[in-house]
């Protein structure tokens, strides 16, 4: 099975060893994952913000990187659900035959990261240690567009020494939403406050999802407020072991 | 006075002024979080209720892809049974029919049933410009409509309010409008409500002409349908002599049983209840029971625009029970007058524009990016209105709107320019790398450690601020993964 890395761009630029991670945690678990060099963005950022024309080289970018792949995993339940719903839009507007049949090819080859390790390659306990008070924000994305359900939670409660506590209002947005965060500032930091209280509230030392883009915005805040909370992708812990914790 | 919606600022500037008052976010806080774990119990006692809202969802898409036939139906069964049907394109066309009938029997009040429609055209406005009171007879309308406010929910157009500022309300307003309230009205629930029923029942045994909305209307019977809970809209549907019912053209249905799906849907979204109080159905006139005059006016207003829209026609399936209001994160923390219409919230955000068109105004055309796109209001909404996706269109829809404007937007050129970094892998390099050096420069000066231990910036000038204002920002890494990979992969 040839296996492809789609680091996401905010990853690749701001947040290397998330990527660093996934390489780590699936070359342990014996896939030899490769990184084509040819990727960029999934086009998110200019989708969500009405920039359609501005996201078709990405797209195209992206369906020419990943082509001849048998499984693209993601680190990103927002990135894995912007190549699953919105490529198609961008690439029906292009009115190009050739790369919307591309992109109906590659959506489902793509995997968010606890999909590929629960789905694909069966695994829920990935041997990973971690002696840490964990609680875990299931973004919006990863839970109501990609639909990974629980199997973050699987994965963490397998990992040793690892404690999950449950974050009050969970399932509620963080307010980051792209340039919503920017554009809707006030509101996005409202948003946010909250949730740190709730993650503060739980006790936990590490914050743990899926999303880097939310964890930049939650982690701001928890930085800002000098809380002392720190925050983890999903795939930095699953990649934490005993000879090397983090 | 009523007022209207006309000039309100654009969402983020009226969102800041919103978040700023701590007792709307108390209140809304308060309500929003009651209703929806009513709504959750409601809904999940339901066994088969995704089965249920494919039903409402492809009931309405059909109706509306034939919605010329069903109405010219609906139009000739109201007949057959003794009302009058008018058409209106127009907020001013559906205003001057209701003004007509009020004139053609001398009155100068109307008794209104809480309708969304009446609301969205401004028909109390309207109607005071003719000389004509139009009293609201919903107790949470009334309240707006005494407190000289506007409504901020759609269901719960007093949501913004508690119960001490409501007495108040009743306390120094009624008395203009007719029966006062007593003087030692405290805020006990029952207390306010016995004050208003009070008041209201003066005018209920008053008014000779009601106006109302309607929730459905069948076309195959000529049936209209009311549903709400206090039993205000019953007394008006029943009592006066003449009944001007204002109804959107996308609020018909093609068959009686067809309600069947909407009315298990629509209280249990809206309320949380398994069924609602009082549900009213009225079929053109019957003789010497309740009104012996009916009109129906039915009213475009934008939704034949809406119609013509592939992506945002959903919308139309809208049968207002307001479930994604109060589960929409912005909407608990700014509430509904942000929003600048009668139809705050996620699908106000959707339903403005689609209503008045793109491009209309600044005030509209900042509705669809008032939502971190979070998707709960799709999850809750009866009829699977994929609200967040057509938020996604319409902002491609301002966009391209400005797209030939002579001085572009700061965001457009910054769009284009990571649009061209970003649609090439060798130039995404090239901006990695330049933002390694820029965030050891940047970063030397900083003395800020995030939690975990890495270098962090605090306060950033121009743009940066939106983001650093409250929100500290990780230096870019002097090593992108792209780099890592060559470095330590690449050559295997």
Redesign the interface.
């Known amino acids: 099975m040839r296996v492809a890395l789609q ?1 996401t ?1 905010l ?6 060893d ?3 991670a996934t ?1 780590r945690l699936l070359e342990r678990l014996g896939v030899s994952v490769e ?1 084509p ?5 999934c ?1 998110q ?8 024309d ?2 078709v ?2 797209v195209r ?1 992206a369906v020419e ?1 990943f082509s001849g792949f048998d499984a693209v995993v993601t680190p990103s339940g927002s990135c894995t659900g912007a190549v699953r ?2 490529h198609a ?1 961008v690439a029906r507007r292009t009115g190009d035959p050739g790369l919307v049949a591309a992109v109906a090819e590659l959506v489902p080859r793509v995997f968010e990261l606890s999909e590929f390790l629960v789905d694909v390659l069966g695994v829920e306990d990935v041997g990973a240690s971690f002696p840490h008070s964990v609680t875990y924000h299931p973004t ?2 990863s839970l ?2 990609v639909g990974v359900g629980d199997r973050p939670e699987r994965l963490l409660r397998r990992v040793r020494g690892l404690r999950l506590l449950d974050l009050p209002q969970a ?3 963080c ?19 909250d949730k740190a209280r709730h993650v503060r509230e739980s006790g936990a030392e590490v914050l743990v999802a899926g999303d880097s883009s939310c964890l ?2 939650i ?6 407020q000098r ?6 992708h999903l795939a930095e812990v699953l990649a934490s072991t005993e000879a090397a914790a983090s | 006075m009523s007022r209207t919606f006309v000039g309100m600022p654009p969402f983020p500037d009226a969102a800041r002024a919103a978040l700023a008052d701590s007792q709307l976010r108390a209140n809304l806080a308060r309500a929003t979080a009651t209703i929806r774990s009513k709504r959750a119990a409601a809904v999940g006692e339901v066994e088969a209720w995704e089965a249920l809202r494919e039903a409402g969802a492809a009931i309405k898409d059909a109706t509306l892809a034939r919605l010329d036939e069903h109405l010219l139906d609906l139009e000739r069964a109201l007949t057959a049974r003794g009302a009058t049907v008018h058409w209106a394109r127009d907020a001013a066309e559906a205003a001057a029919i209701v003004i007509d009938v009020a004139r053609a029997h001398g009155v100068d009040e109307v008794v209104k049933v809480k309708s969304m429609a009446t609301q969205e055209i401004d028909l109390n406005a309207r109607l005071a410009e003719a000389g004509i009171a139009a009293w609201e007879t919903d107790l949470a309308e009334l309240i707006v409509q005494l407190g000289e406010d506007l409504p901020s929910h759609i269901l719960v157009p007093a949501i913004h309010r508690n119960r001490a500022e409501i007495r108040d309300i009743f306390r120094t307003r009624m008395a203009a409008a007719g029966r006062p309230a007593p003087q030692d009205l405290t805020d006990d629930p029952a207390q306010l409500a016995e004050a208003a029923r009070l008041h209201l029942r003066e005018k209920f045994l008053r008014a000779k002409v009601a106006v109302s909305g309607a929730n459905f209307a069948v076309a195959e019977t000529g049936t209209l349908v009311v549903v709400e809970s206090e039993g205000n809209g019953r007394m008006c549907l029943t009592l006066p002599e003449v009944l001007v019912s204002v109804v959107g053209v996308e609020k018909v249905v093609p068959t009686y049983r067809d309600l069947e799906v909407f009315l298990q849907l629509l209280p249990r979204s809206s309320t949380g209840e398994r069924m609602n109080p009082y549900t009213s159905m009225w079929t053109g006139v019957t003789p010497g029971d309740g009104p012996q005059e009916v009109h129906v006016v039915l009213l475009d207003s934008g939704r034949t625009r809406a119609l013509a829209d592939e992506v945002g026609r959903q919308v139309l399936r809208c049968i207002r029970c307001s479930a994604c209001l109060n589960v929409c994160p912005v909407y608990e923390r700014v509430g509904g007058h942000a929003y600048g219409s009668v139809y705050p919230g996620p699908i106000g955000a959707i339903l403005g524009p689609l209503l008045k068109g793109v491009g209309s105004d600044e005030q509209v055309d900042s509705l669809p990016f008032a939502s971190s796109l979070c998707g709960a209001c799709y999850e809750v909404c009866p009829v699977k209105i994929d609200i967040p996706s057509v938020l996604v269109d319409l902002r491609a829809q301002v966009v391209d709107h400005h797209r030939g404007d002579r001085v572009p937007k700061a965001e457009a050129v910054a769009m284009k320019a990571a649009g061209w970094a970003l649609g090439d892998a060798r130039r995404l390099g090239v901006a990695e790398a330049v933002a390694g050096v820029g965030g050891r420069v940047l970063g030397r000066p900083s003395r800020r450690a995030a939690p975990g231990g890495r270098v962090a910036l605090g306060r950033l000038p121009w743009l940066g601020e939106r983001w650093t204002q409250a929100r500290d920002l990780p230096v870019p890494p002097a090593r992108s993964f792209r780099r890592w990979w060559s470095e330590e992969r690449g050559r295997r």
């Open positions: 680091v761009c990853n690749d630029a701001l947040f290397p998330v990527g660093v390489v990184f060099a040819g990727q960029t963005c086009g950022p200019m989708v969500n913000s009405g920039y359609l501005e996201a080289p990405l970018a990187a719903h919105q839009v919006c994305h109501r567009v399932q509620e947005c307010g980051f939403g792209g340039t919503f965060a920017v554009k809707n500032a006030e509101v996005s930091v409202a948003m946010g406050s930049m915005h982690g701001g805040l928890l930085s800002r809380s002392g909370v720190r925050v983890m």
